[in-house]
């Protein structure tokens, strides 16, 4: 990928060629917002330096790997194909409008949203500069995956390991004592989980619960806790607790329904018409408890055709404990693996 980002980022016929990033006029107006010359040079220095900080990737099952290159090393290979491309050796041969270039260029690249279009418009070719800049966005969202599915990985042989002197007492403990966002683990146990048992309920409700967890995995629960869990018999008792849990996992799901974790279900469709019947169900449970009806989750019961969540298969819900050790191909995506 990165040999990709440095050809890209030379910018043969239809990019910058081997003139100026920045139009003169809009350096000259920008100059007094940028750092002093040493400073910025010492920023390109630094960002080409990533270049050659690629991470290992540590653990039994994945020898001789390195992670995904990362914003800072995405950066500093679009920086090395410019300098490439100007015919520079490094950041001491520069010239200062060089410099600030690079300057308006690593704001650019990495500037909140709201702030790229207008600093596109400083540069000779804004849809080229834009279009690094998506590359960059994508190098980071494709390592925070990355460094998600490290972490549940590492917990998940943490806990396999735990289990040879201390047993879990189910599974709400062991999931409790995990230690990371394993958004999969979650969504296999919303998905599969006995909402008889009380300790593999709890465990959904946490998962489901989490501000993390993907909506495709909220959607699940609330569905199921409508037409599988105990909330009409708890609502006939005059049990209002499984109705304040959904109400507060909708809640938390409303305040931020655009979620980092994108998992799919099978088919695409599989909640897309359950709305009305999951409205209904909360409405009933409303009304036997005398409480006010729960908002509608809008836009939870719809398509999710991203991919399904991997599997799991190590866990036994029934008793929380793994029955094997965790493999590594069930965590890591190793399409965004590089030799190292």
Do not use: C
């Given at each position: 990928?990165?040999?990709?980002?440095?050809?890209?980022?030379?910018?043969?016929?239809?990019?910058?060629?081997?003139?100026?990033?920045?139009?003169?006029?809009?350096?000259?107006?920008?100059?007094?917002?940028?750092?002093?010359?040493?400073?910025?040079?010492?920023?390109?220095?630094?960002?080409?330096?990533?270049?050659s900080l690629q991470d290992?990737?540590?653990?039994?099952?994945?020898?001789?790997?390195?992670?995904?290159?990362?914003?800072?090393?995405?950066?500093?290979?679009?920086?090395?194909?410019?300098?490439?491309?100007?015919?520079?050796?490094?950041?001491?041969?520069?010239?200062?409008?060089?410099?600030?270039?690079?300057?308006?260029?690593?704001?650019?690249?990495?500037?909140?949203?709201?702030?790229?279009?207008?600093?596109?418009?400083?540069?000779?070719?804004?849809?080229?500069?834009?279009?690094?800049?998506?590359?960059?966005?994508?190098?980071?969202?494709?390592?925070?995956?990355?460094?998600?599915e490290i972490a549940a990985?590492?917990?998940?042989?943490?806990?396999?390991?735990?289990?040879?002197?201390?047993?879990?007492?189910?599974?709400?403990?062991?999931?409790?004592?995990?230690?990371?966002?394993?958004?999969?683990?979650?969504?296999?146990?919303?998905?599969?989980?006995?909402?008889?048992?009380?300790?593999?309920?709890?465990?959904?409700?946490?998962?489901?619960?989490?501000?993390?967890?993907?909506?495709?995995?909220?959607?699940?629960?609330?569905?199921?806790?409508?037409?599988?869990?105990?909330?009409?018999?708890?609502?006939?008792?005059?049990?209002?607790?499984?109705?304040?849990?959904?109400?507060?996992?909708?809640?938390?799901?409303?305040?931020?329904?655009?979620?980092?974790?994108?998992?799919?279900?099978?088919?695409?469709?599989?909640?897309?018409?359950?709305?009305?019947?999951?409205?209904?169900?909360?409405?009933?449970?409303?009304?036997?408890?005398?409480?006010?009806?729960?908002?509608?989750?809008?836009?939870?019961?719809?398509?999710?055709?991203?991919?399904?969540?991997?599997?799991?298969?190590?866990?036994?819900?029934?008793?929380?404990?793994?029955?094997?050790?965790?493999?590594?191909?069930?965590?890591?995506?190793?399409?965004?693996?590089?030799?190292?």
């Amino acid at each position: 990928m990165l040999r990709h980002l440095l050809n890209e980022a030379r910018l043969t016929p239809g990019g910058f060629g081997t003139g100026p990033l920045v139009r003169a006029r809009a350096r000259r107006s920008a100059a007094r917002h940028l750092p002093p010359e040493a400073a910025r040079r010492t920023m390109v220095r630094d960002r080409l330096a990533a270049l050659s900080l690629q991470d290992p990737v540590s653990g039994d099952g994945l020898p001789g790997l390195r992670a995904p290159p990362g914003t800072d090393q995405t950066v500093g290979a679009i920086f090395s194909g410019i300098l490439q491309r100007w015919g520079r050796s490094g950041p001491a041969t520069l010239t200062a409008e060089e410099s600030a270039d690079l300057a308006l260029l690593e704001r650019l690249l990495t500037a909140p949203t709201a702030e790229a279009g207008g600093l596109a418009t400083l540069f000779a070719q804004p849809d080229a500069v834009l279009g690094l800049r998506e590359k960059v966005t994508q190098a980071t969202l494709r390592r925070a995956v990355f460094d998600a599915e490290i972490a549940a990985f590492d917990a998940a042989r943490r806990a396999f390991e735990r289990q040879a002197s201390a047993l879990p007492a189910d599974l709400d403990a062991a999931l409790a004592a995990h230690g990371a966002a394993d958004v999969h683990l979650w969504h296999r146990i919303v998905a599969e989980h006995d909402p008889a048992d009380p300790a593999q309920a709890r465990a959904a409700a946490r998962s489901a619960g989490d501000p993390r967890a993907a909506p495709a995995t909220v959607a699940l629960y609330v569905l199921r806790a409508v037409r599988e869990g105990p909330l009409a018999t708890a609502s006939l008792a005059g049990e209002d607790a499984p109705l304040r849990r959904i109400s507060v996992i909708v809640d938390r799901w409303a305040q931020a329904p655009e979620r980092d974790a994108r998992i799919g279900l099978s088919p695409p469709d599989a909640v897309a018409t359950n709305g009305p019947e999951v409205a209904a169900g909360l409405d009933r449970a409303a009304d036997l408890l005398g409480r006010p009806r729960l908002p509608v989750p809008q836009g939870l019961f719809t398509h999710y055709p991203e991919a399904p969540a991997r599997p799991r298969p190590e866990w036994d819900l029934a008793t929380g404990r793994m029955r094997l050790a965790p493999d590594p191909a069930d965590y890591i995506d190793a399409a965004s693996l590089t030799l190292a």
